[in-house]
Protein backbone atom coordinates (compact mmCIF):
# COMPACT_ATOMS: atom_id res chain seq x y z
CA UNK A 1 0.00 0.00 0.00
CA UNK A 2 1.35 3.35 -1.29
CA UNK A 3 -0.58 5.79 1.56
CA UNK A 4 -3.34 8.01 0.85
CA UNK A 5 -3.50 9.15 -2.55
CA UNK A 6 -4.91 13.01 -3.52
CA UNK A 7 -5.90 14.09 -7.18
CA UNK A 8 -5.31 16.28 -8.41
CA UNK A 9 -2.07 17.83 -6.61
CA UNK A 10 -2.80 21.16 -7.80
CA UNK A 11 -5.87 22.59 -9.39
CA UNK A 12 -6.58 26.29 -11.22
CA UNK A 13 -10.22 27.21 -11.23
CA UNK A 14 -12.09 30.29 -12.10
CA UNK A 15 -14.30 31.65 -9.92
CA UNK A 16 -17.73 30.46 -10.39
CA UNK A 17 -16.48 26.61 -11.71
CA UNK A 18 -17.20 23.93 -10.26
CA UNK A 19 -14.10 21.60 -9.07
CA UNK A 20 -13.83 18.02 -7.94
CA UNK A 21 -10.99 16.22 -6.04
CA UNK A 22 -10.38 12.20 -5.32
CA UNK A 23 -8.83 10.61 -2.12
CA UNK A 24 -8.16 7.44 -2.48
CA UNK A 25 -7.39 5.79 1.31
CA UNK A 26 -5.15 3.25 2.55
CA UNK A 27 -7.11 -0.41 1.84
CA UNK A 28 -7.74 -0.53 5.35
CA UNK A 29 -8.83 2.14 6.68
CA UNK A 30 -12.39 2.71 7.33
CA UNK A 31 -12.69 6.27 8.91
CA UNK A 32 -11.69 9.02 5.89
CA UNK A 33 -11.31 12.68 7.06
CA UNK A 34 -11.12 15.64 4.60
CA UNK A 35 -9.51 19.56 6.21
CA UNK A 36 -8.67 22.68 4.60
CA UNK A 37 -5.84 24.24 5.41
CA UNK A 38 -4.68 27.72 4.36
CA UNK A 39 -1.53 29.56 4.81
CA UNK A 40 0.07 29.51 8.27
CA UNK A 41 -2.90 28.03 9.87
CA UNK A 42 -3.26 24.49 11.36
CA UNK A 43 -5.46 22.26 9.22
CA UNK A 44 -9.33 23.03 9.88
CA UNK A 45 -11.84 19.92 9.79
CA UNK A 46 -14.05 20.21 7.21
CA UNK A 47 -16.07 15.88 7.40
CA UNK A 48 -15.82 12.57 7.79
CA UNK A 49 -16.62 9.03 7.28
CA UNK A 50 -16.73 6.05 8.71
CA UNK A 51 -17.04 3.51 5.59
CA UNK A 52 -19.95 4.98 2.96
CA UNK A 53 -21.66 7.10 5.93
CA UNK A 54 -20.70 10.66 6.39
CA UNK A 55 -21.36 11.31 10.46
CA UNK A 56 -19.85 14.56 11.18
CA UNK A 57 -19.68 17.21 8.26
CA UNK A 58 -18.06 21.06 9.55
CA UNK A 59 -20.75 23.66 10.32
CA UNK A 60 -18.91 25.88 8.56
CA UNK A 61 -18.90 24.34 5.46
CA UNK A 62 -21.19 25.58 3.03
CA UNK A 63 -23.53 24.02 1.18
CA UNK A 64 -21.54 24.04 -2.34
CA UNK A 65 -19.32 21.90 -0.93
CA UNK A 66 -20.37 17.92 -0.79
CA UNK A 67 -18.32 14.61 0.03
CA UNK A 68 -19.23 11.20 -0.82
CA UNK A 69 -17.74 7.93 -0.43
CA UNK A 70 -19.84 5.90 -2.65
CA UNK A 71 -18.12 2.21 -2.01
CA UNK A 72 -16.65 2.99 1.27
CA UNK A 73 -13.40 2.84 -0.70
CA UNK A 74 -12.45 6.36 -1.81
CA UNK A 75 -13.79 9.86 -1.80
CA UNK A 76 -14.72 13.02 -3.51
CA UNK A 77 -14.74 16.39 -2.84
CA UNK A 78 -17.19 18.69 -4.51
CA UNK A 79 -16.72 22.07 -4.20
CA UNK A 80 -19.73 24.08 -6.58
CA UNK A 81 -19.55 27.70 -7.88
CA UNK A 82 -15.87 28.28 -6.20
CA UNK A 83 -15.04 31.41 -4.21
CA UNK A 84 -11.66 33.22 -3.95
CA UNK A 85 -12.18 32.02 -0.33
CA UNK A 86 -12.12 28.62 -1.22
CA UNK A 87 -8.28 29.29 -2.21
CA UNK A 88 -6.66 26.77 0.12
CA UNK A 89 -4.89 23.06 0.18
CA UNK A 90 -7.05 20.31 0.81
CA UNK A 91 -6.19 17.25 2.79
CA UNK A 92 -7.31 13.79 3.09
CA UNK A 93 -6.43 11.50 5.88
CA UNK A 94 -7.43 7.64 6.74
CA UNK A 95 -7.36 6.15 10.16
CA UNK A 96 -7.93 2.46 11.15
CA UNK A 97 -10.92 1.02 13.14
CA UNK A 98 -8.62 0.52 16.08
CA UNK A 99 -7.91 4.09 15.93
CA UNK A 100 -7.33 4.56 19.74
CA UNK A 101 -3.39 5.95 19.67
CA UNK A 102 -3.29 6.07 15.84
CA UNK A 103 -2.57 9.46 14.27
CA UNK A 104 -3.98 9.98 11.23
CA UNK A 105 -2.10 8.84 7.82
CA UNK A 106 -2.28 12.01 5.39
CA UNK A 107 -1.92 12.51 1.52
CA UNK A 108 -0.32 15.10 -0.17
CA UNK A 109 -2.93 17.26 -0.62
CA UNK A 110 -4.86 19.08 -3.56
CA UNK A 111 -3.92 23.16 -3.54
CA UNK A 112 -6.53 24.74 -5.30
CA UNK A 113 -6.07 28.06 -6.19
CA UNK A 114 -9.06 30.04 -7.78
CA UNK A 115 -8.76 32.99 -9.91
CA UNK B 1 -16.01 23.87 22.72
CA UNK B 2 -12.62 21.77 22.47
CA UNK B 3 -9.60 24.02 21.27
CA UNK B 4 -5.78 23.95 20.82
CA UNK B 5 -3.03 26.61 21.85
CA UNK B 6 -0.10 26.94 20.39
CA UNK B 7 1.59 30.59 21.73
CA UNK B 8 4.71 30.11 19.81
CA UNK B 9 4.79 31.24 15.83
CA UNK B 10 8.17 30.50 15.43
CA UNK B 11 11.27 28.75 17.14
CA UNK B 12 14.72 28.57 16.68
CA UNK B 13 17.33 25.79 18.15
CA UNK B 14 20.84 25.05 17.34
CA UNK B 15 21.71 21.68 15.58
CA UNK B 16 22.25 18.63 18.22
CA UNK B 17 20.11 20.85 20.94
CA UNK B 18 16.92 20.08 22.84
CA UNK B 19 13.55 22.15 22.10
CA UNK B 20 10.54 22.34 23.75
CA UNK B 21 7.30 23.51 21.63
CA UNK B 22 4.29 24.76 23.61
CA UNK B 23 0.90 23.73 23.65
CA UNK B 24 -2.39 23.65 25.69
CA UNK B 25 -6.03 22.37 25.12
CA UNK B 26 -9.55 23.08 26.22
CA UNK B 27 -11.92 20.29 26.66
CA UNK B 28 -14.62 19.25 29.31
CA UNK B 29 -14.43 15.91 27.69
CA UNK B 30 -12.76 13.29 30.32
CA UNK B 31 -11.52 10.95 27.35
CA UNK B 32 -9.01 12.48 24.71
CA UNK B 33 -6.47 11.87 22.72
CA UNK B 34 -3.45 14.13 22.24
CA UNK B 35 -1.43 14.25 19.09
CA UNK B 36 1.60 16.06 17.15
CA UNK B 37 2.21 16.01 13.53
CA UNK B 38 4.90 17.52 11.48
CA UNK B 39 4.24 19.07 8.30
CA UNK B 40 7.76 20.10 6.45
CA UNK B 41 8.25 22.13 3.30
CA UNK B 42 6.88 19.57 1.27
CA UNK B 43 3.40 19.78 2.63
CA UNK B 44 2.58 16.48 3.94
CA UNK B 45 1.39 15.97 7.50
CA UNK B 46 3.25 12.85 9.35
CA UNK B 47 1.93 11.85 12.71
CA UNK B 48 4.62 11.78 15.46
CA UNK B 49 3.54 10.87 18.77
CA UNK B 50 0.32 10.33 21.09
CA UNK B 51 -1.06 11.00 24.79
CA UNK B 52 -3.79 9.63 26.11
CA UNK B 53 -5.24 11.40 28.62
CA UNK B 54 -5.74 8.38 31.01
CA UNK B 55 -2.05 7.54 30.06
CA UNK B 56 0.00 8.25 33.56
CA UNK B 57 3.37 7.93 31.77
CA UNK B 58 4.32 10.85 29.55
CA UNK B 59 4.97 9.10 26.13
CA UNK B 60 7.77 8.89 24.02
CA UNK B 61 8.85 8.13 20.37
CA UNK B 62 12.69 8.22 19.57
CA UNK B 63 13.75 11.26 19.94
CA UNK B 64 10.23 12.85 20.64
CA UNK B 65 8.59 13.17 24.01
CA UNK B 66 4.96 14.76 25.27
CA UNK B 67 5.46 16.69 28.17
CA UNK B 68 1.80 16.41 29.41
CA UNK B 69 0.48 18.40 32.63
CA UNK B 70 -2.98 17.42 32.50
CA UNK B 71 -4.19 19.65 35.18
CA UNK B 72 -2.14 22.54 33.81
CA UNK B 73 -4.11 21.41 30.03
CA UNK B 74 -0.88 20.99 28.72
CA UNK B 75 1.23 18.78 26.17
CA UNK B 76 4.26 19.96 25.37
CA UNK B 77 6.33 18.46 22.17
CA UNK B 78 10.10 18.34 23.40
CA UNK B 79 12.38 17.23 20.66
CA UNK B 80 16.08 16.30 21.86
CA UNK B 81 19.24 16.35 20.00
CA UNK B 82 17.62 18.52 17.17
CA UNK B 83 18.78 17.98 13.52
CA UNK B 84 18.58 19.97 10.05
CA UNK B 85 15.51 17.72 8.87
CA UNK B 86 13.79 18.54 11.94
CA UNK B 87 13.02 22.06 10.70
CA UNK B 88 9.06 21.99 9.57
CA UNK B 89 5.73 23.43 11.06
CA UNK B 90 4.55 21.11 14.27
CA UNK B 91 0.92 20.99 14.81
CA UNK B 92 -0.75 20.11 18.29
CA UNK B 93 -4.04 18.58 17.73
CA UNK B 94 -6.46 16.99 20.16
CA UNK B 95 -9.14 14.45 19.02
CA UNK B 96 -12.51 14.05 22.18
CA UNK B 97 -13.54 10.25 22.99
CA UNK B 98 -16.89 11.25 23.63
CA UNK B 99 -19.40 13.26 22.26
CA UNK B 100 -16.17 14.97 20.22
CA UNK B 101 -16.60 11.89 17.87
CA UNK B 102 -13.28 10.81 15.75
CA UNK B 103 -12.80 14.43 14.15
CA UNK B 104 -9.37 15.62 15.58
CA UNK B 105 -9.04 19.73 16.31
CA UNK B 106 -5.64 20.99 15.53
CA UNK B 107 -3.61 24.42 16.39
CA UNK B 108 -2.44 27.34 14.30
CA UNK B 109 1.39 25.48 14.31
CA UNK B 110 5.01 26.27 15.10
CA UNK B 111 7.06 26.87 12.91
CA UNK B 112 10.94 25.21 14.26
CA UNK B 113 14.09 26.39 12.67
CA UNK B 114 17.10 23.82 13.46
CA UNK B 115 20.55 25.95 13.17
CA UNK B 116 23.65 24.15 11.74
Known amino acids: DTGVSQDPRHKITKRGQNVTFRCDPI?????LYWYRQTLGQGPEFLTY????????KSRLLSDRFSAERPKGSFSTLEIQRTEQGDSAMYLC?????????????FGSGTRLTVV | AQKITQTQPGMFVQEKEAVTLDCTYD???????LFWYKQPSSGEMIFLIYQGSYDQQNATEGRYSLNFQKARKSANLVISASQLGDSAMYFC?????????????FGAGTRLFVKA
Open chain 2, 93 to 105: AMREGGTGGFKTI
Open chain 2, 27 to 33: TSDPSYG
Open chain 1, 49 to 56: FQNEAQLE
Open chain 1, 93 to 105: ASSPPEESNYGYT
Open chain 1, 27 to 31: SEHNR
